[in-house]
């Protein structure tokens, strides 16, 4: 097999997701509103192709992949994050379908950018050079910006819209001037390469370190991480929530793997350097995204919050520098997405043509309507806020262990006390659902397949804290830098 055939291979998956792209664009044209269905399931089916087409051609222990002149990379990191991708956002697509139907929203349109953005994601989990991760990461960004807008009657949806673009732009500028600098010291955009010349030459240390400044205020943006998270509460509460899920779940998992390729692999021998940046970013999520969640009475708000609150405790994982601290954040980014995912998802899963539950107090009772649901709801409340026996106590348990074992402790305090801070606000939502009475009575009658979903989601959430041994060890395989 030449050269030319293997890299061929490698790009399989990211071919056959441009060619279902461009075949449901046209499809979609031709397709009357009854039958817009078949958009969805084609959009489904693709995901799952592509999954199936990751998992069966590529495999744990092969080692680094290198592509197309050390452009592209197969690795252990990029098939777990790219299954983990292809997973979440079928149920994404899944909870969506209702919920766009009941609002005249149901349009090829939002599967197409979605999976355009999930293109984006899969060649940042890849990218192995600076030009390659800003295209995939333009990609990415460009898809969210037109679905944020994505009602088109709706003003704060706009608004958010605009909001985020120019946010957007501004930090990929950033980002764009940091890999410039970089690329102007090292002459190359190899991720490899710049790694062996940065390790190589510590006679410019001033220069590097401007050049990583402006890395990690893109990389922060696109973490959504204080203090670059201006964006984070307008955007998730302005959008349509069938927007918020899929912002708020599979691009922090595309997201993290941009931070492994940029800081770890390619500028390892700045630990030192970026690690001091990552400690405030990290200290400063952990308070602000916890303490001004407390305040919120918009669950959409609260949510938005929790992410930036989520985002501290990953980089406190990448923080430690160590196998053990990368494979904790790792797991705690595949977690965090699926959480979120299920999180976004009950709102849509729970809303109806007329109505839906984006205030907290619309939450009361839920128990005496549905008490499946209210459970499913207790169980992805309890893992965000990292009660045991649920995953997210695992996750954050680790990513703190982490922390210790290279003395960092007061962070890893500093964390717990965030951490119980945080559970307040959570724990708001359980009591209203047991505890309050609801003045609406309304039967919870979800559409079949969005239910069966968010149960499979919600018990995920307690099967994978009672088991995470399986999870753990593909991510701790994957975290062979």
């Not at 992805?380 to 806020?385: C, G, I, P, R, V």
Request: with cysteine.
């Amino acid at each position: 097999m030449n050269q030319f055939q293997s890299d061929i291979l490698m790009v399989v998956p990211e071919l056959f997701m441009l060619g279902m792209i461009c075949l449901i664009l046209v499809v979609d044209l031709f397709l009357e509103e009854s039958r817009r269905d078949l958009t969805y399931w084609l959009s489904v089916l693709t995901l799952a192709g592509a999954f199936v087409l990751t998992a069966t051609m590529f495999s744990f222990g092969e080692g680094n992949r290198l592509g197309f002149g050390g452009q592209f990379v197969m690795d252990d990191m990029a098939v777990l994050l790219k299954s983990s991708i292809y997973l979440i956002m079928i149920a994404v697509f899944v909870y969506s379908r209702p919920y766009l139907k009941d609002r005249e929203l149901f349009r090829g349109e939002y599967y197409v950018l979605g999976l355009f953005g999930v293109l984006g994601m899969m060649i940042m989990v890849s990218a192995h050079n600076f030009l390659t991760i800003y295209l995939g990461l333009e990609l990415l960004a460009l898809s969210q910006y037109a679905l944020v807008a994505f009602s088109r009657d709706s003003g704060v949806a706009s608004e958010a819209a605009v909001k985020y673009f120019v946010l957007g732009a501004i930090a990929s500028g950033m980002l764009l001037y940091g890999m410039s600098i970089l690329y102007g010291l090292s002459g190359s955009l190899d991720l490899a390469e710049i790694s062996n010349y940065l390790a190589t030459n510590t006679g410019k240390n001033l220069y590097m370190a401007f050049g990583l400044s402006f890395v990690v205020v893109g990389v922060g943006f696109k973490l959504g991480a204080v203090p670059f998270h201006m964006w984070v509460p307008d955007v998730y509460h302005g959008a349509p929530t069938s927007v918020t899920l899929y912002i708020g779940s599979a691009p922090k998992i595309a997201a993290f793997a941009m931070v492994i390729r940029l800081l770890v692999e390619s500028m390892g021998s700045l630990f030192a350097d970026w690690h001091q940046m990552l400690v405030v970013l990290a200290a400063l999520s952990m308070a602000i995204g916890n303490v001004i969640a407390i305040a919120q009475s918009n669950i959409k708000r609260m949510l938005a919050y929790s992410t930036i609150s989520h985002v501290g405790f990953i980089l406190l994982g990448i923080l430690a520098g160590t196998p053990e601290g990368y494979s904790a954040a790792m797991f705690y980014a595949i977690v965090y997405a699926i959480m979120a995912a299920g999180g976004f998802g009950m709102i849509l899963v729970l809303s109806r043509q007329g109505f839906e539950p984006e205030n907290i107090d619309d939450f009361k009772g839920l128990n005496d309507r549905s008490p499946w649901f209210a459970f499913i709801m207790l169980l992805l409340m309890f893992s965000m806020a990292g009660v045991p026996p649920t995953v997210g106590f695992y996750a954050k348990f680790s990513v703190i262990q982490a922390a210790v074992r290279v003395d960092l402790v007061w962070l890893a305090v500093y964390a717990v006390v965030f951490s119980v801070v945080g559970a307040f606000y959570y724990l708001r939502v359980v009591k209203l659902m047991y505890f309050d009475k609801s003045d609406d009575d309304t039967v919870i009658a979800p559409v079949t397949d969005a239910g069966v979903v968010m149960s499979a989601n919600g018990l995920l959430m307690l099967i994978l804290g009672l088991f995470p041994g399986g999870l753990m060890a593909l991510c701790a395989n994957a975290a062979n830098w």
